[in-house]
């Protein structure tokens, strides 16, 4: 069995990224989860931390930690969303965001980033924070990146392969 579950939780998403890994995959048919049995899960989409995901979002991590609950299992949300990143840490292991343009950027590093570190020192865990910026994409020296694991310089990967400890599945309802 693969040990990583990455888990479309909804096609929606506010962008059209010209080379969007989902244009590549015929998401309506890929395989419906049937068990949560996995070291590790991937909250992927579309985009699941928008506005209209947000609380469909959260409430699957924590019926997946609840009902289908595994000793040391870790969820990941993957978004490009940072508005929301501080409340989902309270749900997940971690977040990868990523910047796919100098708008998204400038969200982070403006505002969101001193939301996100204020909420972590709540948090009594640690969290993962991966941050994936594409090609292109300026964040000024200044913003201190020192909580986060930064790659820079992302490009699309043509027909988005799936890693071999992976499998991709999708919530019945998307």
Known sequence: MKKKLRLLVTKCCPKSCKGCCNKDWDLDNLPIVTHYKYDEILITGGEPLSKENFNETLRLIDYIDTIHSKPNRQIYIYTSNSQYIDVALHYCDGVTLTLHDQKDAEKFYCRDIHIIEEELETLGNPVSLRLNVFKGVYIPEVVDLSLWKVKKDIEW????????????????NI
């Open 157 to 172: 990967i043509p027909n988005c392969p799936l890693p071999e400890d992976e499998v991709f599945m999708r919530m019945p």
